[in-house]
C-alpha cells in the first residue's frame, strides 16, 4: 500500500509542476476518447452503440488547432434472437476553434468542422444472418464532420474533454448520420525545447 502511495505522490507532483499550458501556439497533444453512438443505450438493448477514438492534436494560435485521429463507431441491431454489428472505421481530419473561454480560468469550448472517411463493415462482412440473407452491403464511405467540444484543464498536461459530433457519412448503406457524445482524455505533450 505504501508503493502505492509514493507513486501517486510522485504522479501527482509532476502534474502540479509541469510547466504547460492550455492552447500555446506550436503546442501538441494526443487524446483518448470514447460515448455512446445515437443516443444511450444499455448492451444489450437494440441499436445500443458506442465509440472510441484516439487523435494527435497541434494548436497553431491561441485560438485555432487541428486534428487527425483514428475513430471507431460501432452498432449493434437486434435481429429475431441475435444481433448485427455494424461497424465504421474512420481515420478523421478536423480543425477547431476557441468560441467560448480564457485559459486562466482553465474551461474552454471550441467548435469545429472535418471530414472522416473509411470502411462500414456490416455482420462482419457476412450477407447472411440466421439463414436470412441482409440487403444492407459493407462499403467505403465518407463525409463531413461538425463537433463542439468542451476542454477543462485537470493539471498542466491532463486535460478532461466533454464532446458531441455529428458525422455525415456518404454511401452509408445503413444511415448517413451518426451523432457522438462522449467524454476523453488530452495529454499534453512535452515542447521541444530546441525550437
Not at 22 to 51: C, I, K, M, W
Not at 60 to 83: C, E, I, P, V
Not at 109 to 135: C, F, L, P
Request: charged share 20%.
Amino acid at each position: 500500500m505504501r508503493k502505492v502511495w509514493i507513486i501517486a505522490s510522485l504522479l501527482l507532483g509532476f502534474c502540479i509542476s509541469a510547466k504547460a499550458q492550455l492552447h500555446q501556439a506550436g503546442q501538441t497533444a494526443f487524446e483518448v476518447s470514447a460515448g455512446a453512438v445515437d443516443g444511450f443505450r444499455l448492451p444489450n438493448q437494440d441499436n445500443f452503440g458506442y465509440f472510441a477514438g484516439l487523435a494527435f492534436s497541434k494548436y497553431q494560435t491561441r485560438y485555432f488547432y487541428w486534428k487527425a485521429g483514428a475513430h471507431l463507431n460501432q452498432k449493434n441491431y437486434a435481429y429475431d434472437a441475435s444481433t448485427v454489428p455494424l461497424r465504421q472505421w474512420l481515420g478523421t481530419a478536423e480543425a477547431y476553434t476557441r468560441i467560448l473561454g480564457r485559459v486562466s480560468r482553465s474551461l474552454i469550448i471550441n467548435a469545429g468542422i472535418g471530414a472522416a472517411g473509411g470502411y462500414e463493415s456490416i455482420n462482419n462482412d457476412k450477407r447472411t444472418v440466421e439463414g436470412a440473407r441482409i440487403g444492407n452491403r459493407s462499403k467505403w464511405i465518407f463525409g463531413p464532420t461538425a463537433g463542439i467540444e468542451a476542454e477543462y484543464l485537470l493539471t498542466g498536461n491532463l486535460v478532461l474533454l466533454v464532446r458531441t459530433k455529428q458525422h455525415y457519412l456518404f454511401r452509408s448503406s445503413v444511415t448517413p448520420t451518426r451523432f457522438n457524445a462522449g467524454v476523453g482524455i488530452k495529454i499534453i505533450l512535452p515542447a521541444n525545447d530546441e525550437e
